[in-house]
C-alpha cells in the first residue's frame, strides 16, 4: 500500500530540493562507499612487478620483472608514483604510510571486504620497502632512469628505458628517505598486527633498522651527487630532511609505545624544528601530519610534555575555518578547494580533509573542541570542512566535473598516465617503443584504458579544468592524491551526513 502522504508533508521536502538546486548543490547524496572501493582499486594499476591473477584491471601485465639486476638485488614489486614508470622510493613511502594511517585510524568504518583491498594494497608496497632496506647500512631510493623514461611515451609492460637503480650507502645520508620508509613500515605494522603478526613483526623490526639508518648519518639523500641526477628535480628533498626523524620516531612511538621514541620526539622538537612550516603536509614536508600524529597522546593521552606539537596542530586547523582570523593564511578557489601553487593540488585538498577527520576523531573522543581565538571550533566544523573537498573532487564544483575517474558519468577522459593512454597488451600485444607512443599521447581521443579510481591533479586556482593529458600539472594522477583519500572516503562511507 502506497504511503498516505499529504501536501503538509510534500511541499517541504519539494522546498528544499528547490533550494538546494537553486544555491547549485546537488540534491542527492554521493556514494561514498563506492567512491572508496575505487580509489583503493587505483593501486592495482599502479603496479610494478609480477601480477597476481586476482588483479582487477585486466588491461595491465607483469612489468619491472628485471629491476635490481644491476645489483644483484630483487627489487621488484612497488608503484609507479603517478603518469610514469618510474618507482621513486620518497613518494612511495609516503603513500605507503598514508595508506596505513587510513587503515590505522578508520579501517574499522571499512566495509570488510574494503579493509581487505586496502590491507593488500599497503603489502603490495611494504614488500617492495623491506627490499629497499634488506642490506645493512644501504638503502635502495630509486629504479628507473626518470630522464630517458620521460623522454618515451611507452606502457610499463614495453619499457625498455634504463632501470638504473640509485642506492645511498652509509655514511652518505638519506635520512629523509630512511625516515619515510621507518614510518610506512612502523604504520603498516599495526595493519598487520592482528592479521598477520609474524609480518607486522618483521615490518616493525625493519622499521627500527631503517630509523636507524636516517638517524645515525643525517643529511638528505638528494645532497648525494650520484643520486641527485636522478631524484631531483622530481622528488628532491626541497624542505631538509629534519622532519622526517621526528616523523619516523612519533611512528616508532605510535606502533611501539616504547618511551625511547617518546624521548626523541619531545628533546629533538626543538633542534629539528618542529615548530617550522607547520602549515604543511605532502610527501616531503610532514609538519603538519607529524603534528596532528604526535597531538592524539596530548588530547587522549594527557601527555602534556607534547603540548608544543597540539599547539602547532591545532594552529594549522584554524586557519583551514574561514571564520577564524588565521583563516588568511590558506587560500581558496571561488569554487571552495583549497588551493596551493605548483600543481596537482588536489593532494592538498586530500592530506588536509584527511588531518581535519583525523584530529575530529580525537576532540570526538574526549569530547572537546579547538580554541581558535576568536571562535571555538568543533569536531563536527572539522568534519564539515572535509566534506567540502571531498564533494568537490567527487562533482559538487563549478565544472560539473568529478575528478576521480570512474565515479559518476563525467570525469577526465584524457589523463597524463602512459599505461591508460596506450592500447592495453591484451588488446596490442606489438610492442610500442619510446617514440611510437607519441601519437596516442598526441591523439585527442579519450584514454583506452579507465584507471579507475585516479584522482587526477585537478583545477586551477579559477576551479577551471581542461581535459588536456599534455598538462600534467592537472591531468596526471598520482599515489600520494589517492592514499590520503581513502581514509577521508572510509569516514564518510560509514557517516555519510557528518
Not at 304 to 327: R, V
Not at 421 to 438: T, Y
Not at 442 to 452: D, F, Q, R
Request: net charge negative.
Amino acid at each position: 500500500m502506497a504511503p498516505n502522504l499529504s501536501l503538509r508533508n510534500v511541499v517541504p521536502s519539494l522546498c528544499l530540493l528547490l533550494v538546494l538546486i537553486g544555491r547549485g548543490q546537488r540534491a542527492w547524496a554521493h556514494d561514498y562507499v563506492d567512491a572508496l572501493s575505487k580509489a583503493i582499486l587505483f593501486f592495482e594499476g599502479q603496479r610494478s612487478g609480477f601480477l597476481p591473477e586476482d588483479q582487477r584491471l585486466k588491461w595491465r601485465a607483469h612489468s619491472g620483472l628485471s629491476d635490481g639486476w644491476t645489483h644483484n638485488v630483487d627489487l621488484t614489486g612497488g608503484y609507479y608514483d603517478a603518469g610514469d614508470n618510474v618507482k621513486f622510493g620518497f613518494p612511495m613511502a609516503f603513500t605507503t604510510t598514508m595508506l596505513s594511517w587510513s587503515v590505522v585510524e578508520f579501517g574499522e568504518m571499512m566495509p570488510p571486504e574494503e579493509l581487505r583491498n586496502a590491507r593488500v594494497a599497503i603489502r603490495w608496497a611494504t614488500d617492495y620497502l623491506l627490499k629497499t632496506v634488506s642490506q645493512p647500512n644501504r638503502i635502495f631510493v630509486q629504479v628507473g632512469d626518470p630522464i630517458s623514461d620521460h623522454n618515451c611515451w611507452e606502457r610499463p609492460e614495453d619499457m625498455d628505458t634504463s632501470r638504473a637503480v640509485y642506492a645511498v650507502d652509509a655514511p652518505n645520508p638519506a635520512s629523509d628517505v630512511a625516515g619515510e620508509t621507518a614510518a610506512a613500515l612502523a604504520a603498516s605494522s599495526m595493519v598487520f598486527r592482528s592479521s598477520d603478526p609474524g609480518y607486522s613483526e618483521t615490518l616493525l623490526r625493519n622499521a627500527v633498522k631503517a630509523f636507524q639508518l636516517a638517524d645515525n648519518y643525517r643529511g638528505a639523500y638528494s645532497d648525494n651527487s650520484d643520486v641527485k641526477g636522478g631524484v631531483c628535480p622530481f622528488y628532491c628533498d626541497f624542505d631538509g630532511y629534519q622532519d622526517e626523524l621526528l616523523w619516523g620516531a612519533a611512528w616508532l612511538r605510535r606502533a611501539t609505545k616504547d618511551d625511547n621514541f617518546l624521548n626523541y620526539i619531545q628533546s629533538n622538537g626543538k633542534t629539528l624544528g618542529a615548530e617550522d612550516n607547520i602549515n604543511e603536509f605532502g610527501w616531503d614536508n610532514k609538519h603538519a601530519g607529524l603534528n596532528v600524529l604526535v597531538s592524539k597522546e596530548v588530547v587522549e593521552g594527557n601527555v602534556y610534555s607534547l603540548e608544543s606539537y597540539k599547539a602547532s596542530a591545532e594552529s594549522f586547523l584554524c586557519t583551514l575555518i574561514p571564520e577564524t582570523a588565521a583563516s588568511s593564511h590558506i587560500e581558496y578557489s571561488p569554487g571552495g578547494l583549497i588551493y596551493r601553487p605548483g600543481g596537482s593540488n588536489l593532494q592538498h585538498a586530500t592530506s588536509i580533509a584527511f588531518l581535519e577527520l583525523v584530529y575530529a576523531n580525537y576532540l570526538s573522543r574526549t569530547s572537546q573542541a579547538i580554541n581558535c581565538g576568536n571562535v571555538y571550533v568543533s569536531a563536527q566544523t572539522l568534519r564539515q570542512q572535509a566534506k567540502k573537498q571531498v564533494d568537490y573532487i567527487l562533482g559538487d564544483n563549478p565544472m560539473r566535473l568529478s575528478y576521480m575517474i570512474g565515479y559518476g558519468s563525467n570525469y577526465p577522459q584524457r589523463i597524463h598516465h602512459r599505461g591508460s593512454s596506450l592500447p592495453s597488451v591484451k588488446d596490442h600485444p606489438q610492442v610500442i617503443a619510446c617514440k611510437e607512443g607519441s601519437t596516442y599521447f598526441n591523439s585527442t581521443g579519450p584514454n583506452p584504458n579507465v584507471l579507475v579510481g585516479a584522482v587526477v591533479g585537478g583545477p586551477g586556482q579559477d576551479d577551471v579544468y581542461v581535459d588536456d593529458r599534455a598538462d600534467f600539472r592537472k591531468s596526471e594522477p598520482t599515489t600520494y592524491i589517492n592514499a590520503p583519500f581513502v581514509g577521508v572516503l572510509a569516514y564518510f562511507a560509514a557517516n555519510p551526513n557528518p
